[in-house]
Every structure is written in structure tokens, then in C-alpha cells.
């Protein structure tokens, strides 16, 4: 089973990057596809041009689809538990491979303040989204920036501490792409994953048979 999870596109917003979600989807194989979260940016007054067509026919419908509904997405909500056009949305998903547990959350869950306010985070998002097209500022960016300066390295392990029931965890959210590994107190290797995001980064995640892979796009 080869599996391809992608998070935080945000598209329809200034600076996602459209070619590279495009050639993504065109050229990469998989069985299953995992759309963890973020997708489309529903936050902010998205644009949708054709190329966002295009990214939406480029992926294989065939296959089978995961949509863990993100704070981005959250307009698609109602869907979670449902199927609708071959896509299935979920609020996490988990599964057993390699005998080893795996669960997928997009993330949000974790961050304190003001993101779980969604009237409040509408209208930052609406001003936020204003200031970029009307300036050409990358203002998502400047934010991660800032939480990478910030985030303190307990807040990593509370999220694994919560998730110890668990042999691989991943998220996405934090726009942050990274691997934690370690073994814990029963010599059993556990692993922690950001598949970062597709505005500042263009980074994703293959699991094949198991074995988690985060890669760049960007770089072959």
C-alpha cells in the first residue's frame, strides 16, 4: 500500500502554490491519497481560477480518498463521517501497518488561543487576506515564521505524550515539516511528523508498506 498524505495547500488564497500542488498530483503514484487538512482555504475570500480546476481533476478519484477536515476547511464539517463523490472526510484517521499503529490529524486541536475562535479567526483571516493581495505580502509565511522562533520544545512532547497510544503521528497545521524519532521507556521506536505545508514549502509525506517517508518537492 503505498500512501501520499498532503496538508495545508490553502488553495485559493494568494500564495499557495499552484504549479507545484498541480505536478504533485499529475506525476506522483499512490493507492490512497490524504488530504489532511487545510485544503481549501475557506477562511479568507478565496480565488478560484482554473488552475484550481485543474488541481481538482488531477487527482485520481479512482483511488481511495481521506479528507481530515482542517481549521481552514472547517466549512466542510458537516461532512465529516460521510462520503461524498468518492472522498471520505474524517476528523482523524488511523490505521495499522507494519504492525505498527499510525494516526493522521491535521492538527489545529493542539494550538491554544485564538484559532479555536472561529468568528474571531474569520475576520483576522478576511483582514489577513485583504493586506496580501492588496500589498502582495506574504503574511502566512511571516506567521510560521514566528511560531518556529517561539514554540518551545515541551509543546512537541505534550502532543506526543497525548498520542502515546500510537506508533506514528502525524499532522500537519503547523506549517512546520519535520521528524521526530525516538525510542521510548519499552524500546519501541516511535515517530512524529509534520508534513508542513504548500505556501512557504512544498513538502509532503509517502508511506509505502509501512516505512514513513517526508519529502520536498521541491528537491529531488
Not at 479512482?62 to 472522498?87: M, P, R, W
Not at 511560531?147 to 509543546?155: N, T, V
Request: hydrophobic letters at 40%; aromatic letters at 10%.
Amino acid at each position: 500500500m503505498k500512501r501520499l498524505i498532503i496538508s495545508d495547500t490553502h488553495i485559493g488564497s494568494k500564495f499557495y502554490k499552484k504549479e507545484e500542488v498541480l505536478k504533485l498530483l499529475r506525476t506522483k503514484e499512490y493507492d490512497q491519497l490524504i488530504l489532511n487538512g487545510d485544503i481549501i482555504e475557506f477562511l479568507k475570500v478565496p480565488t478560484f481560477t482554473p488552475l484550481a480546476l485543474e488541481i481538482a481533476r488531477a487527482v485520481e478519484y479512482s483511488k481511495e480518498i481521506i479528507y481530515v477536515v482542517g481549521n481552514h476547511d472547517a466549512a466542510l464539517v458537516e461532512f465529516v463521517g460521510q462520503e461524498l463523490g468518492g472522498v471520505k472526510f474524517v476528523e482523524e484517521y488511523c490505521f495499522r501497518e507494519g504492525n505498527r499503529n499510525f494516526r493522521i490529524e491535521h492538527g489545529d486541536k493542539y494550538e491554544a488561543g485564538l484559532v479555536h475562535r472561529k468568528y474571531i479567526m474569520k475576520l483576522i483571516s478576511i483582514i489577513q487576506d485583504f493586506f496580501e493581495r492588496t500589498f502582495d505580502l506574504d503574511l502566512t509565511s511571516w506567521l510560521t515564521n514566528r511560531k518556529i522562533e517561539k514554540r518551545k520544545l515541551k509543546k512537541l512532547w505534550d502532543i506526543i505524550g497525548i498520542n502515546d497510544d500510537v506508533d506514528v503521528l502525524i499532522i500537519g497545521h503547523l506549517h512546520i515539516p519535520e521528524v521526530v524519532i525516538w525510542i521510548d521507556e519499552n524500546e519501541k521506536i516511535k515517530t512524529y511528523v509534520n508534513s508542513g505545508d504548500w505556501v512557504q514549502h512544498a513538502t509532503y509525506i509517502e508511506i509505502n508498506d509501512g516505512v514513513v517517508r517526508l519529502r520536498n518537492f521541491l528537491k529531488k
